[in-house]
């Protein structure tokens, strides 16, 4: 599958990588937002939140758990953090492959 993050999960593209597991992996956004821009994603190829399905609700708790167990490394815990799921062109995804940014070590704005 020409997935961007299928290939960075399964080690086909080669990235700096924060947390792994077997179904979870964790890396540095690219293009960095904040001090701190780390992306969560699935193992499993699922395109956006929209297709999750009953069965995939443990895993998307446990992409959260992770999200918190960096932002407690990264340091940012206390100061707090933001996590952001985008989901089709309204929410702004560019990659068609579920992850959740971890973003945090400055002031975020407010929504809206
Ligand atoms: P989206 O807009 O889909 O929610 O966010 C996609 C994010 O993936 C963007 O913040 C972008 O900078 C990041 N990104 C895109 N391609 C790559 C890549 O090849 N490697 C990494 N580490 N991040 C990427
Ligand atoms: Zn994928």
Avoid: W
Avoid at 7 to 22: H, L, M, P
Wanted: hydrophobic share 40%; proline share 5%.
């Amino acid at each position: 599958m020409d997935c961007i993050f299928c290939k960075i999960a399964s080690g086909e593209i080669k990235t700096n990588i924060a947390y792994q597991d077997e179904t979870a992996v964790a890396f540095p956004d690219i293009n960095p937002k904040a001090p701190v821009h780390l992306l969560i994603i699935p193992r499993k190829h699922i395109e956006c939140i929209a297709d999750l399905t009953v069965d995939e609700e443990k895993l998307m708790g446990h992409l959260v758990s992770i999200a918190n167990k960096l932002a407690q490394q990264q340091g940012i815990s206390k100061s707090g953090y933001r996590l952001v799921i985008n989901c089709g062109p309204h929410g702004g995804q560019v990659v068609p492959h579920i992850h959740i940014h971890l973003l945090g070590g400055r002031q975020m704005g407010r929504l809206g």
